[in-house]
């Protein structure tokens, strides 16, 4: 009985049932008041026939009424007569008792009326026969009950006409009952079928299939069902295919950018990472719990700690990994209604942070100590000079002489260090215009050409072209290849060579400075660009150098969109080279 449609014709054949129980029994019931009364009346008027025959007019009993052989011998139809007197006993008729006890005579000598009984079953020759009787008192006029005319008629015929109508109405039932079975299957199909379809409607939909509309039938109950189905399917698909549109979008997003992206369920095992995170971890992917991911980069980390933390908290580990720093926030989710159901953790690599707090520190350190070192010089001369030194002329010349180098030293780090301030903060103006580059790298080089002659150096310029063109601030590039091709007279030896030259292909023009001076090693090759880096400070400074010129050339190459870098090799001389786009 799982199957509504089952349910329904179960339902139809109750109600069938029921209305024709109640139909029957209201019919029979009907049947057999009316066939009683049709017998009371009889019974009620062959009573008075007989009272009119034994009762004169004036009340009294006639004489000889005995007599009327002719209208008690055998009896009426299917009706049989007695008299009985006031006790109940037989006065006239022929029966098997002395004596009528029934409830009907006891009411009719009590009451003085007429009294009609219920059917009863008589045993006559082995058969049980249904009879009804009938008891009419004959009152005498000093109010005494003197005889009972008592009237048994049979009800057999109504018994099996009522039988025979049950029969009927059993057999009708069971007719409308098939009938009802037949046609309530059909009418249930009708009505289960287009239900049956929106259930497979609703599986597909629950595996994923919302393209498939069903058929609108009728426009009843049924067809609005229909119709609203088709409409939910639609806004189904509508907003998953925002909600697929959304979280491709989020896995776009989580997929490239730059952080590192852990998820873990509350057991440790690893739900979903980004590329990112593999790399910042270094592993394969092949580890699939926090213990083992962790631990293959070196790290131990305890995940039970991270899963007890607070709501809305968030926890920071900073871990180093090879070479880099990573910064690791770890959070908890899925805990408003009860315990945590995972954490996630965020990878941040801060190496470059790392490192340019380490850069921010060095550069204050090394302002200090260039400042420093030149007002030490500075004082101590001067109280040297306040202590009597004075007195000796040349003595006194040669501490004023020191005197003005180191405070010209300060002056060129001051100004200088307000140059690369200005770049920082993009406050120098640059007057980019087009110019010849040959002929401005060619007026640098000789200009430079008298610094070359003092130590006996040859330097030669080389193009194979009179005129390249570039958009940059001449002023400033100017600026830029005399702090490059003065470094490489500075740090090349005496009856060394150095060579400029420039080039171009398709996308860039190149300058290169090239000496045949100490080189500098290769692991200082990437930071000769940096603040205050020297490869060997104490000669930098015996030369003059403030630590700040290829920086401050870098900054202004970058200004241009272009590049500044250098390759060396120790011993041989480094070349630095210039390239500024087209």
Known sequence: ???????????????????????????????????????????????????????????????????????????????????????????????????????????????????????????????????????????????????????????????????????????????????????????????????????????????????????VKSSDEIGQLTRSFNHMAEELSQMILAMSSEKNKLETVITHMADGILAFDRKGMLIHANPAAYEMLRTSGEEKYFYDIFKSAGIELHFNDFLKMKPNSIKQHIMMIGDKYINGCFAVYGREKGEAEGVILVLQDVTEQKELEEMRKEFVA??????????????????????????????????????????????????????????????????????????????SVQQHQIHALKKHQTMKFHSNVEEIFVSVDPDRIHQVLSNVISNAIKYSPEEARIDVYISQDEEWVRVGVKDTGIGIPQKDLTRIFERFYRVDKARSREMGGTGLGLAIAKEIMEHHKGRIWAKSEQGKGTTIILEFCK
């Open 1 to 215: 009985m799982k199957s509504i449609q089952w349910r329904l014709v179960f339902i139809y054949l109750t109600l069938v049932l029921i209305v024709m129980i109640s139909s029957g029994t209201f019919i029979l019931w009907q049947i057999q008041h009316h066939e009683y009364s049709k017998i009371n009346n009889e019974l009620s008027d062959m009573a008075d026939m007989i009272k009119n025959a034994i009762i004169s007019e004036d009340g009294s009993i006639q004489s000889g009424w005995k007599d009327l052989s002719w209208f008690w011998d055998g009896s009426f139809g299917n009706k049989k007569i007695y008299i009985l007197d006031s006790e109940g006993n037989i006065v006239i008729g022929e029966g098997d008792q002395e004596q009528w006890n029934t409830r009907v005579v006891y009411q009719a000598i009590v009451n003085k009326e007429p009294s009609m009984g219920n059917p009863i079953l008589i045993l006559e020759r082995g058969y049980a026969r249904e009879y009804i009787d009938y008891a009419y008192p004959l009152v005498l006029p000093n109010n005494q009950v003197q005889y009972i005319i008592y009237i048994r008629a049979s009800a057999q015929e109504i018994a099996e006409n009522i039988a025979k109508i049950t029969n009927i109405i059993l057999v009708a039932s069971i007719w409308a009952l098939c009938i009802t079975m037949i046609f309530g299957f059909y009418f249930a199909k009708t009505l289960t079928g287009p239900i049956k379809i929106l259930t497979a409607k609703a599986k597909e939909m629950a595996e994923g299939y919302l393209d498939h509309k069903i058929e």
């Open 366 to 443: 090394n302002v200090s100590h260039e400042l420093r070192t030149p007002l030490t010089t500075v004082k101590s001369y001067t109280e040297t000079l306040l202590d009597g030194a004075l007195e000796e002329k040349e003595l006194a010349v040669s501490f004023l002489q020191v005197i003005n180098h180191e405070a010209d030293r300060m002056t060129a780090l001051v100004q200088d260090l307000l140059e690369l301030s200005r770049l920082d903060n993009k406050q120098v103006k640059f007057n980019i215009r087009t110019v010849n580059l040959a002929q401005l790298v060619a007026e």
